[in-house]
Every structure is written in structure tokens, then in C-alpha cells.
């Protein structure tokens, strides 16, 4: 008698949940972020996730009337675990590279700053590779270029470099600088900063979106952001936000969500408040 | 579907990362050995200054995760000017060492236990007959105490190699690239992580087998009481 109420309430528990409309069932977005990335992502001191995505994200999932959950997930691990569904979208300071495009779509991107090197102010190499120059776009093999990459070699030859793992600045020191200089693979640009601090590595490369907010902090008063900064090419045409191949809808969520917000200049807003410059791209 | 010619092309890259798992290992257990002994004979001994600082070692060794060893040693130190200013800087500016250093300490404390459990294993009985027949002090210990206690502590010990093995894995955090640094590399290249961990986790088990084999023979090489006749 009894075992029949529970199979009746269960199979009418399971009808319930199954009459509920698909979309409704889907309300709630996961979008993965690293939460070690200033001012991109963050964790502030009470574990909460903050910064220029964390908003961003959230304004276009208040836009769009959708649910959205925050997921942290290491940088390096951030696409596999995007494949295996553990969140549908990524919000991490990506840039749209070839490479990725293999493996997951992008939305339109919605930021994009040059790649740039950091050193101590009292390092030669301050010197060496002089202050913070020009914009050298890596898509053509330039004379402007080559140039670029041959101070940089000189400036750099025998030393050693800090990159963090899986970023598309580990990937130009493995496309121009292997045999130039030692590469340190990093799991997170903190602790990069703090090895460059510390003297263990020469030169640290990451975005100049990281570097210069990190200048104005305890932890990155003795950096200075030297040489040309780099961006196209294997840099890739801006960071947007990933999402698995084929899943057109979480791209259009995405991809309208930024029209409309880039339209009206909230993008710009935000990027001012983060970056204390003008980070949006078209 | 497993990408099976990705994975053949992981093989002898990875496989490169043996060495420096090797040799982490190596050097983590003998340091650790030469801390292990004098912290087992001070846990045990009667003064209680050394007792306390065995124990002290061993309470913070064991107690805390080796992970957290690690960061402390590598970014914890790096941070203090005065370490940064001292003469053991040039050592503790390298990864390597700091991982030897944080391996070494940690294992010393587990292994402190272990031979401490086969020092106690000893039969009084023997320890008796030995000095019945004359000997003491460090002969006592060289023809008796220590192969006793070895083989008895073998077992145990060879729990402690297998773990060690696995916790190279840890200096990949601090740009080591060990097995895994290489694999964690490999995967943010391919975005395969499945294929290639089971490379990487197919090594660990074929080195621990082989670990485990080496220490199984030694074992029954100093039991020869054990052997069927």
C-alpha cells in the first residue's frame, strides 16, 4: 500500500519536471571565470568574484532576463572543463586566437588590449628595453616587426621569461622566442608578479590590461611596463566570451547582450571603471 | 572517442619529464632519510628538548598539506627581503630547490614515524642476547637494532616512496616541469585533458609499479627467515 504512494508521488514528481518547459529548465546560465585576473576577474578578500567581466557578465544576463551563476575554474584547465559542460560560457580575459577557435566559438569580442613585458625598475633590462612604446601588430611579417623582435631578442637574449600557462603570451614566446629566452609557466599572473618582484624571473609578459592597474597596487610598485606592446596575429582579434561549438544560442545571448550594451556604452563605462582606459574594441 | 595519435605524440614528450620526477624523488628520500633517523631517535630519546622538537617537526609536517609547504617555501620566503639579501638566496630563488626542500622536509617527518615504528619493533628478547653476548652502543645497532628495524619498517616505507612519487606532481605549481608540468602544458595547447592525463597517469603507475617491485625484493631479501624451504 504504502510502496504505491511513493511510486505514485515519485512518478508524479517526475511528470511534474518533466512538463516544465524546456527554456525554463535552462534559465540559469553557468559562465566560467578565473577569479585571479585583475581587474578582469577577481576574488576580493571575502571570496566574492569581482571586475570588468564580473559586471559585464552580469549586466547583460539582467538584460537579457537570465539567471547566471559564477564558476571559477583555473586558467589553464578553463576550455576543457567549457567541452565537458561544467559551465556553458567563458568569461576569463580570453582572447578569439585560430588556435581556440579549433576547439570552441567566441562571441563578438568586447575588449582587447596589446600584450606587453614588465620588469623591475631597478633591472638593466629597464633600460635595455626601453619604455613603453608602439602598438606592433603580429599579423604581417613587417619590417616594423622585425625590427620590434629583434630589440627584444637582443634585449632578452639568455634571460628568463614568466608566462602564464595556456595564455596567448606563452604562445608568442614559443613562436618568437624559443632559444631567446627560458620560459617559467605561471598558473596565475599573481604569482608571476610576485616572482618578478622576488628576482626569480628577468622579464614577466602578460596583457598591459593586467600590468598597468597592477602598477598602481602595493604588489606592483616596483614593476615598470617596458618595450613595444603586440597584439593580431597569434594574439587574436580581442577577447570575447567562449562558448562550445555550435551552441548558436548561449553565442546569442552573448552576441546581442554586447551589441546592445557596446550601443549604448556601457562596455566603455565599465572598462573606464576597471582599466582606467579604453579597453572596448568593435 | 580518445584522440589515439594525440596521445602517441604526448608520449615521448612527457616521458622527457621522468628525469626531473626521478631525481626529485631521489633527492626528496635520501634528504629526507638523514632528517627521518635523527628525528626518530630524538622522538624516542630522553631529553625533552629534543623530543619536542622532533615532535614539533613532525606535528607541522604532517599536519599541514604539502601543497601549502610548497607555496610557503617558494612564494612565502621569496617575499622577505632579508631571505632575498642572505646567502641561502641563490638556492632558494630556484624552483627546483624549493620543491627538494619542501619534498624533502615533508617526507622526513613521515619517514621520522616510520622508522621510529621499526626501531620500536624490535624484540627486547634480541636487544638482550645481544648484550648478553657483548655488544653495545653503535655495534648494537649496526648488527641488530637497524637491519631489524629496516626490514621491519619496509612496508611502511614503501607506502611513503609510492606517495612521494605521486607528490612530484605538486612542483608543477611552482614551474617545475615535472610529468605533469609537461602534461598541464601539453593540455593548454590541445584542450585534450582526458588523453592527456592518461598518458601522464599511465607513467606514475608503470614508475610506482617498478618502485613498489624494487622495495618488495628488498623486503624479501632481508627475510630470509621467510623464505619457503
Given at each position: 500500500m504504502?510502496?504505491?504512494?511513493?511510486?505514485?508521488?515519485l512518478?508524479g514528481?517526475f511528470?511534474?519536471?518533466?512538463?516544465?518547459?524546456?527554456?525554463?529548465?535552462?534559465r540559469?546560465?553557468?559562465?566560467?571565470?578565473?577569479?585571479?585576473?585583475?581587474?578582469?576577474?577577481?576574488t576580493?578578500?571575502?571570496g566574492?568574484?569581482?571586475g570588468?567581466?564580473?559586471?559585464?557578465?552580469?549586466?547583460?544576463?539582467?538584460?537579457?532576463?537570465?539567471?547566471c551563476?559564477?564558476?571559477?575554474?583555473?586558467?589553464?584547465?578553463?576550455?576543457?572543463?567549457?567541452?565537458?559542460?561544467?559551465?556553458?560560457?567563458?568569461?576569463?580575459?580570453?582572447?578569439?586566437?585560430?588556435?581556440?577557435?579549433?576547439?570552441?566559438?567566441f562571441?563578438q569580442?568586447?575588449?582587447?588590449?596589446?600584450?606587453?613585458?614588465?620588469?623591475?625598475?631597478?633591472?638593466p633590462?629597464?633600460a635595455?628595453?626601453?619604455?613603453?612604446?608602439d602598438?606592433?601588430?603580429?599579423?604581417?611579417?613587417t619590417p616594423?616587426?622585425?625590427a620590434a623582435?629583434?630589440?627584444?631578442?637582443a634585449?632578452?637574449?639568455?634571460k628568463?621569461?614568466?608566462?602564464?600557462?595556456?595564455?596567448?603570451?606563452?604562445?608568442?614566446?614559443n613562436?618568437?622566442?624559443?632559444?631567446v629566452v627560458?620560459?617559467r609557466?605561471?598558473?596565475?599572473?599573481?604569482?608571476?608578479?610576485?616572482?618578478?618582484?622576488a628576482?626569480?624571473v628577468?622579464?614577466?609578459?602578460?596583457?598591459?590590461?593586467?600590468?598597468?592597474?597592477?602598477?598602481?597596487?602595493?604588489?606592483?610598485?616596483n614593476i615598470?611596463?617596458?618595450?613595444?606592446?603586440?597584439?593580431?596575429?597569434?594574439?587574436?582579434?580581442?577577447?570575447?566570451?567562449?562558448?562550445?561549438?555550435g551552441?548558436?544560442?548561449?553565442?546569442?545571448?552573448f552576441?546581442?547582450?554586447?551589441?546592445?550594451?557596446?550601443?549604448?556604452?556601457?562596455?566603455?563605462?565599465?572598462?573606464?571603471?576597471w582599466?582606467?582606459?579604453d579597453?572596448?574594441v568593435? | 572517442?580518445?584522440?589515439?595519435?594525440?596521445?602517441?605524440?604526448?608520449?615521448?614528450?612527457?616521458?622527457?619529464g621522468?628525469?626531473t620526477?626521478l631525481k626529485?624523488?631521489?633527492?626528496?628520500?635520501?634528504?629526507?632519510?638523514?632528517?627521518?633517523?635523527?628525528?626518530?631517535?630524538?622522538?624516542?630519546?630522553?631529553s625533552?628538548?629534543?623530543r619536542?622538537?622532533?615532535a614539533g617537526?613532525?606535528?607541522?609536517?604532517r599536519?599541514?598539506p604539502?601543497?601549502?609547504?610548497?607555496?610557503?617555501?617558494?612564494?612565502?620566503?621569496?617575499?622577505f627581503?632579508?631571505?632575498?639579501a642572505?646567502?641561502?638566496w641563490?638556492?632558494?630563488?630556484?624552483p627546483?630547490?624549493?620543491?627538494l626542500?619542501?619534498?624533502?622536509?615533508?617526507?622526513?617527518?613521515?619517514?621520522?614515524e616510520?622508522?621510529?615504528?621499526g626501531?620500536?619493533?624490535?624484540?627486547?628478547?634480541q636487544?638482550e642476547?645481544?648484550?648478553?653476548?657483548?655488544?653495545?652502543?653503535l655495534?648494537?645497532?649496526?648488527?641488530?637494532i637497524a637491519?631489524?628495524?629496516?626490514?621491519?619498517?619496509?612496508?611502511?616505507?614503501?607506502?611513503?616512496v609510492?606517495?612521494?612519487?605521486?607528490?612530484t606532481?605538486?612542483?608543477?605549481?611552482?614551474?617545475?616541469?615535472e610529468?605533469?608540468?609537461i602534461?598541464?602544458?601539453?593540455?593548454?595547447q590541445?584542450?585534450k585533458?582526458?588523453?592527456?592525463?592518461?598518458v601522464?597517469?599511465?607513467?606514475?603507475?608503470v614508475?610506482?609499479?617498478?618502485?613498489?617491485q624494487?622495495?618488495?625484493a628488498?623486503?624479501?631479501?632481508?627475510s630470509?627467515?621467510?623464505?619457503?624451504?
Open positions: 504504502s510502496r504505491k504512494l511513493v511510486f505514485a508521488a512518478a514528481l511528470v511534474a519536471a518533466a512538463a516544465l518547459p524546456a527554456d525554463a529548465q535552462q540559469t546560465l553557468r559562465i566560467g571565470t578565473e577569479g585571479a585576473y585583475a581587474p578582469w576577474n577577481a576580493d578578500t571575502a566574492k568574484l569581482v570588468f567581466e564580473i559586471d559585464l557578465g552580469n549586466e547583460i544576463c539582467k538584460r537579457q532576463n537570465i539567471q551563476e559564477w564558476v571559477a575554474q583555473a586558467f589553464d584547465g578553463i576550455i576543457p572543463a567549457l567541452v565537458a559542460r561544467r559551465f556553458d560560457a567563458i568569461m576569463a580575459g580570453m582572447s578569439i586566437t585560430e588556435r581556440r577557435l579549433e576547439t570552441i566559438d562571441s569580442p568586447y575588449a582587447g588590449t596589446p600584450s606587453i613585458f614588465a620588469v623591475l625598475k631597478t633591472s633590462l629597464a635595455a628595453i626601453g619604455p613603453a612604446a602598438r606592433v601588430p603580429m599579423g604581417e611579417d616594423a616587426r622585425k623582435l629583434d630589440k627584444l631578442s634585449a632578452l637574449r639568455g628568463t621569461v614568466g608566462v602564464q600557462r595556456a595564455t596567448i603570451q606563452e604562445g608568442f614566446l613562436d618568437f622566442m624559443k632559444g627560458t620560459t609557466l605561471y598558473d596565475t599572473n599573481e604569482n608571476l608578479l610576485l616572482d618578478i618582484n628576482g626569480r628577468d622579464a614577466g609578459f602578460a596583457s598591459y590590461s593586467y600590468w598597468l592597474p597592477a602598477t598602481e597596487k602595493e604588489a606592483g610598485r615598470a611596463i617596458v618595450g613595444n606592446g603586440f597584439s593580431g596575429g597569434g594574439f587574436g582579434r580581442g577577447v570575447g566570451v567562449g562558448v562550445r561549438k551552441d548558436a544560442a548561449t553565442k546569442k545571448i552576441d546581442d547582450g554586447l551589441a546592445e550594451l557596446k550601443k549604448d556604452g556601457t562596455v566603455k563605462a565599465l572598462a573606464l571603471k582599466f582606467k582606459f579597453a572596448t568593435d | 572517442m580518445l584522440d589515439f595519435a594525440l596521445m602517441a605524440e604526448a608520449f615521448p614528450a612527457i616521458l622527457a621522468t628525469g620526477t626529485l624523488v631521489a633527492g626528496a628520500l635520501l634528504c629526507g632519510f638523514f632528517l627521518a633517523v635523527p628525528t626518530a631517535l630524538a622522538a624516542d630519546s630522553r625533552r628538548i629534543l619536542g622538537t622532533a617537526y613532525v606535528l607541522f609536517f599536519g599541514t604539502l601543497l601549502v609547504q610548497i607555496f610557503l617555501i617558494y612564494y612565502g620566503l621569496g617575499q627581503e632579508a631571505v632575498r642572505s646567502i641561502f641563490p638556492i632558494l630563488r630556484e627546483w630547490w624549493c620543491a626542500l619542501a619534498l624533502s622536509l615533508n617526507t622526513g617527518a613521515y619517514t621520522g616510520i622508522v621510529r615504528g626501531l620500536q619493533s624490535v624484540p627486547a628478547g636487544i642476547a645481544a648484550r648478553a653476548a657483548g655488544m653495545s652502543g655495534l648494537l645497532y649496526r648488527r641488530i637491519p631489524i628495524a629496516l626490514r621491519q619498517a619496509l612496508p611502511a616505507y614503501s607506502n611513503e609510492v606517495s612521494m612519487i605521486k607528490a606532481a605538486l612542483a608543477s605549481t611552482i614551474t617545475i616541469m610529468i605533469t608540468g602534461a598541464r602544458t601539453f593540455i593548454s590541445t584542450f585533458p582526458i588523453e592527456i592525463f592518461l601522464a597517469g599511465a607513467i606514475y603507475l614508475l610506482n609499479f617498478f618502485a613498489a624494487l622495495l618488495r628488498l623486503e624479501r631479501h632481508l630470509p627467515h621467510r623464505r619457503p624451504i
